[in-house]
């Protein structure tokens, strides 16, 4: 039986499903596989599930050959992977598309209403004791419907925003992506630049994949393009936002808000964004439901599985 290392515990039917086709290794801690954890990994293992954060980088393939033929991520993203350079050596990378859009959309949209309404704000409001009563000026937000919201980035999990957006409250749709999109799904216009997206919209939700391509796409200029009482949202990867620019422009209140899933040195969030009230703050909850997650799970498995046969994986990337 070929010899499956996984590196975090996945949800046990996804463990127990796993069992039946495997010699099943589990990493005893979750936490993210070293740069010299990986590359024993490649050496001791025919298959690896990995997940966000496993340095899977481009020095681990080098003074192959492999054991391992497959790195099937567990996650659509899989930055933490040098897919070119598991290529050149061999080894395979698949991920899991799909499973994981309605869940990430929902979390944009709970992050979205949460900074738009203070909610997060008003919460800690409540609870330290300082809510005194209703009043008619109270803690005014943004009121979403009606509004125009800017996607940068429309592919699944961008259409599944815009689907949200557009039927449940009515928004306008732009978006930024660097190639055309067709069919958005939606109304919808796609604008040429950036910039114009982050100009024209009442709130923005960034959903680009993560990688070199994208890393501080949304910079200091682009923050300064935003209107004041704008929202900002992220739940692509963090360092797609150049944190800092953002905590500045967050400090100076330069836009109203922000409501982040993620982060540039996760599970690092720094004092200064944690100690702002216009900022609404998730550990990286976005495909976090039970279902999904056991999804996720038996996509990432039917990949390892079909290379283990000598098939074709469902989801090469």
């Known amino acids: ?21 495997f010699e099943v290794t589990l990493s005893p801690t979750d936490a993210p596989l070293t740069v010299d954890q990986a590359r024993a990994a490649l050496a001791d293992y025919d298959a690896v ?17 492999h054991r391992c033929r497959v790195l099937a991520n567990f996650g659509v993203g899989y930055n933490h992977i040098d897919a070119a350079a598991a290529r050149a050596a061999g080894v395979i990378v698949t991920n899991t ?10 979390i944009a949209l709970t992050l979205m209403l949460m900074a738009a309404r203070r909610a997060s704000e008003g919460e800690r409001i409540l609870r330290a004791g300082n809510w005194h009563g209703w009043a008619p000026t109270q803690m005014l937000g943004l009121h979403v419907t009606g509004k125009t919201v800017g996607i ?8 599944a925003v815009a689907a949200r957006c557009h039927h449940g409250f009515g928004m306008k749709v732009v978006f930024h992506n660097r190639s055309t999109v067709a069919d958005p799904g939606v109304p919808a216009t796609q604008l040429p630049a950036l910039h114009d997206v982050m100009a024209a919209a009442d709130v923005v939700i960034v959903c680009v994949p993560g990688g070199a391509a994208t890393h501080h796409l949304i910079d200091a200029a682009a923050l300064a393009a935003m209107q004041p009482h704008a929202v900002f949202v992220n739940i692509s990867r963090g360092d797609v936002v150049d944190e800092a620019a953002l ?3 967050l400090e100076a209140r330069a836009i109203a808000a922000a409501g982040l ?6 599970p690092l969030v720094p004092e200064a964004l944690i100690a702002l009230e216009n900022a609404v703050l998730l550990p990286h909850l976005g495909t976090a439901a039970l279902e999904v997650r056991e999804d996720m799970g038996r996509m990432a498995l039917a990949n390892a599985v079909a290379v283990s046969e000598g098939r074709e994986p469902p989801n090469p990337v």
């Open 1 to 21: 039986m070929q010899r499956l290392l996984i590196s975090r515990a996945l949800p046990d039917s996804v463990m127990q499903a796993a069992a039946r086709h």
């Open 49 to 65: 599930i990995p997940t966000l954060g496993d340095a899977f980088r481009a020095e681990v393939f080098a003074g192959g050959p």
């Open 97 to 106: 598309p799909g499973a994981v859009t309605d869940a990430t959309a929902d």
């Open 152 to 159: 940068v980035g429309m592919g699944r999990i961008g259409k």
């Open 247 to 249: 905590i500045a422009v």
């Open 261 to 266: 899933d993620v982060y540039e040195f996760e």
